[in-house]
């Protein structure tokens, strides 16, 4: 959420070069520095944090909202931070559909945008998704939730 994303962005978590080093030099050039490369991700107004943000924090009342525009590299110092990973890709499928009826939705295998936090569902002039667990009909299998649509 904003307000969780808010927090590892108070507690230093875009300085904190142990939640970055090996992160960022993924095929880079080992004498630039981490915080050149962290120095990228900033708001709309410069300052580090999503490129959705504005001014370092969220629009107020979104403190639960998901986070919009950060990048995996952002995910995944976020995800170190609170002392946990990002799924690989298969884990994440897993997570998603399930692992039996080879399903394409987390719901099953048709498309119903009455189960999902979208453009889809809730037309095109929608400005931001839904609160982070607002849908009751969206889990998986393994009860994971918010898993289609929401943020890109």
């Known amino acids: ?24 030099y993924l095929d880079r050039n080992p004498f630039v520095t981490v915080f050149s490369d962290v120095a990228a991700f900033v708001d709309q107004t410069g300052k580090p944090g999503p490129a959705a943000w504005s001014d370092g924090t969220f629009i107020r009342g979104r403190e639960r909202f998901p986070v919009e525009g950060i990048n995996w590299f952002e995910a995944a110092a976020y995800a170190r931070w609170v002392e946990k990973r990002l ?3 298969v884990e994440w499928e897993k997570a998603a ?6 399903r394409e939705f987390p719901w099953g295998h048709e498309f119903d945008a009455t189960r999902l936090n979208s453009r889809e ?15 009751e ?10 898993m ?5």
């Open 148 to 152: 289609v649509g929401n943020v890109v």
């Open 1 to 24: 959420t904003n307000e969780d994303y808010w927090a590892f962005m108070d507690a230093g978590g875009y300085g904190d070069s142990g939640l970055w080093n090996d992160l960022i």
């Open 87 to 89: 799924p690989t890709e």
């Open 121 to 135: 569902r809730w037309g095109r002039n929608t400005p931001h998704p839904l609160p982070v667990d607002s849908q």
């Open 137 to 146: 009909r969206d889990a998986s299998p393994n009860g994971a939730k918010d």
């Open 97 to 102: 559909r399930g692992c039996l009826d080879a």
